[in-house]
């Protein structure tokens, strides 16, 4: 069965610097998501990716994220300057349609210290 | 008081048992609904999901039915097996984007 790939599963990285979070999404998905569970609390919703471009955002994804396809199979996460409260499961979706085939990856754990 | 984490609803049922997990949605204009179901450490993982046109969809052992007029989604389990275990969330998404907006979620404990 098809699946989201993401890595690393675990990221440490000290407060102010930069991460970047990788996704293989499923290969004929078109939509792109990145969500995110502080430990203990609900999935929120970060951002959407559609057609190289930002579809939707959340009041969450604010300067200090990124997106990014860069090439045909990777989608990628980056958080400029790492702040304590980014710490959390980040989760990366992809679908293929608007209606269908929201499948998650297993998530990047990443703690700031 | 400080907020430690989400506190989430229980339900503990016998291996053998049916579940029913609840959800209340609030948007009226969500079009497509999603079960999830997250074990420790791991990602969501698609159990059915349900288009605002119907009102009950079947898989292998699961059922959600979906009541628009009070915004009420359920999930049935049915022969609930220790494998069930997790914490099981409902997701929706509106009629204008495709941002999935998750429920609190709900503790299910089989006791064998």
């Known amino acids: 069965e098809p699946e989201v790939t993401q890595t690393p599963s675990h990221q440490v990285t000290q407060m102010g610097q930069e991460v970047i979070l990788r996704c293989v999404p499923i290969?004929?998905?078109?939509?792109f998501y990145w969500y995110r569970q502080i430990l203990g609390q609900k999935v929120e919703f970060l951002v959407s990716?559609?057609?190289?471009?930002?579809?939707?955002k959340s009041e969450i994804f604010d300067d200090q994220f990124s997106v990014e396809r860069p090439d045909g199979s990777n989608f990628t996460l980056k958080i400029r300057s790492t702040k304590l409260e980014d710490s959390a499961m980040y989760f990366c979706?992809?679908?293929?349609?608007?209606?269908?085939?929201?499948?998650f990856g297993s998530g990047t754990r990443l703690t700031v210290v | 008081g400080e907020s430690v984490g989400l506190h989430l609803p229980t339900l503990s049922v016998q291996e053998g048992d049916n579940s029913i997990i609840n959800c209340a949605y609030s948007?009226?204009?969500?079009?497509?609904f999603i079960w999830y179901k997250q074990e420790s450490g791991k990602g969501p993982q698609f159990i059915i999901d349900?288009?605002?046109?119907?009102d009950k969809r079947q898989g292998q052992r699961v059922t959600v039915l979906l009541n628009k007029t009070v915004k009420h989604l359920s999930l049935q389990i049915a022969a609930t097996q220790p494998g069930d275990s997790a914490v099981y969330f409902c997701?929706?998404?509106?009629?204008?984007?495709?941002?999935?907006?998750f429920g609190g979620g709900t503790r299910l404990m089989v006791k064998p």
């Open positions: 997701a929706e998404k509106n009629n204008a984007g495709n941002m999935l907006t």
């Open positions: 948007n009226s204009a969500s079009d497509y």
């Open positions: 349900i288009r605002s046109n119907m």
């Open positions: 290969s004929n998905h078109l939509y």
């Open positions: 990716f559609y057609n190289n471009e930002i579809s939707e």
């Open positions: 979706a992809s679908s293929g349609g608007q209606d269908y085939g929201y499948t």
